[in-house]
């Protein structure tokens, strides 16, 4: 299965711990964008990133949230000293090529995190 | 900032009727219009696309159109099946621009 992975499927952490979570693009996809779903909302861009660069994470909350991705490996979501607000399915996409009229998003099955 | 907007949150339909969801949007730079479709535990997957160029994409029993001056865009699934039932979102991305937004969702339901 070639789609993009996401683990874990589902991570639980108390207040002030940090979540790690993480997104093996497809195949041959050098783009990827984190979405956040709050309960009862759609999808919300967060960041976009290729291989080592940060494109634009003008929807991703200043404090206590970071992404990477590195040269090696996956893409890496991080939340420091979380609060139950952020309590959320994150999704990650990835794509091919930007520039292209036609660039479809593939997703992963996302990471329920569960603050408590 | 809601810049798509799909208002109605459910939708029910008998099983061989159409199905329509209805999608706004309010940012004029959009010009690429996608729908996916999201099974609970799942993530979205894509399911039909417009460019604005087009008023009308058709694949299959899905169809999407587009009308520019409303900024509105429809889905239609005809005939609807049982397996159709999940939520439908509605997204929007301008071509240079990967930030694309998705409205909160439709949940829909086709009834055998």
């Known amino acids: 299965n070639a789609g993009v992975m996401q683990n874990p499927r589902h991570l639980v952490r108390r207040r002030g711990q940090e979540a790690r979570l993480r997104c093996s693009p497809m195949k041959g996809h050098s783009h990827v964008y984190w979405y956040r779903q709050l309960p009862e909302e759609g999808l919300k861009f967060m960041v976009y990133?290729?291989?080592?660069?940060?494109?634009?994470e003008s929807g991703m909350p200043k404090e206590r949230f970071s992404a990477e991705f590195p040269k090696e490996g996956p893409s890496i979501l991080r939340i420091q000293q979380v609060v139950r607000g952020d309590s959320a399915a994150y999704f990650c996409a990835s794509s091919t090529l930007q520039g292209a009229s036609y660039n479809e998003q593939f997703f992963g099955p996302g990471t329920r995190l569960t603050v408590l | 900032d809601q810049q798509v907007k799909q208002n109605s949150p459910s939708l029910s339909v008998q099983e061989g009727r159409i199905s329509i969801l209805n999608c706004d949007y309010t940012n004029s730079m959009f010009d690429y219009f996608l729908w996916y479709k999201k099974y609970p535990a799942e993530g979205p997957t894509f399911l039909i696309s417009i460019s604005s160029i087009k008023d009308k994409n058709e694949d299959g029993r899905f169809t999407v159109f587009l009308n520019k001056s409303a900024k509105h865009l429809s889905l239609h699934i005809v005939p609807s099946q049982p397996g159709d039932s999940a939520v439908y979102f509605c997204a929007a991305s301008s071509d240079n621009n990967n930030d694309m937004r998705f409205g909160a969702g439709t949940r829909l339901t086709v009834k055998p």
């Open positions: 990133l290729q291989k080592e660069n940060i494109i634009d």
